[in-house]
């Protein structure tokens, strides 16, 4: 089970840290990248974000192509000696770097190595959070010094379908309503609905920018992101709650 802190209850938009994510490329899968993106944006603005390995070997092709998309930078750790992995020592020393220099106020460090243990114990002791993401193999060490831990199998068992909502009818969509949709279903699971599946539109709105930041509502022909949504009324649910000061929204079955 993941360990969580008050800092999950405080509101989305609320949230403004700044979270540098590191990846330990040999110890990481690129195919969960996008679910990595949405968990870290929970806790704040990925301002920093980093892949390390050894690039010169065929085990990190399949991160190449995540790079420019998701905007991260790769970091060269040539393996010194065959069979060891040299990746934790320079992310150990870049994280320790990062968080003297004052640039960020938490880090999410994907891995599922024990070597990261005392990087997180001290990064927590520095008042900062310390987001983990890892296999369940990870070693109770590592993920008792995370303020929060979670492991890739639970995101595995979400792709390809949102927990914010039941499973949908997808076949009867335009190319544009299910990229829409699809992208709609990650902000909201990155904010986090309640039990009846509802979030706020203006925190599902902080959520889409942090995803995409080219995100811009008139990309699908409309000036404001509530018009948008009651556009696709067909697949996404909208009410007005408080008298109708907040709106709401739900994806629908």
């Known amino acids: 089970m993941a360990r969580t802190t008050q800092m999950q209850q405080e509101s989305f938009e609320d949230i403004e840290r700044r979270i540098a994510i590191l990846i330990d490329g040999d110890n990481a899968q690129a195919s969960l990248i996008e679910q990595i993106l949405v968990e870290a944006g929970k806790y704040g603005s990925a301002t920093i974000r980093r892949v390390y390995g050894d690039w010169t070997t065929p085990n990190m092709n399949s991160w ?37 220099s004052h640039q960020v106020d938490g880090f999410c460090l994907v891995s599922s190595d024990s070597d990261y243990t005392r990087l997180a114990t001290r990064i927590r002791e520095s008042g900062m959070l310390v987001v983990g993401i890892g296999e369940k193999k990870t070693p109770r060490a590592f993920v ?3 303020n929060v831990f979670i492991y890739t199998e639970n995101l595995k068992s979400r792709r ?24 709609v279903s990650q902000a909201m699971d990155m904010v986090g609905p309640d039990d009846d599946g509802w979030t706020r539109l203006s925190e599902v709105g902080t959520a889409l920018r942090r995803i995409d930041p080219g995100f811009d509502p008139r990309s699908y022909g409309h000036r404001q992101l509530s ?3 009651k556009n696709h009324g067909r697949w996404i649910e909208m009410r007005k709650v408080a008298g109708g000061a907040i709106i709401e929204i739900r994806l629908r079955d």
């Open 64 to 100: 190449k192509d995540t790079l420019n998309i998701h905007a991260f930078q790769p970091i060269q750790q040539f393996r010194y000696t065959v069979g060891k992995n040299a990746t934790d020592s320079a992310m150990i020393i870049d994280a320790m770097d990062i968080m003297h």
């Open 144 to 146: 008792s010094a995370c």
């Open 160 to 183: 390809g379908s949102s927990a914010s909502s039941k499973p949908r009818k997808t076949n009867h969509m335009s190319p544009q309503e299910k990229e829409l949709v699809e992208l």
């Open 227 to 229: 018009q948008m949504i």
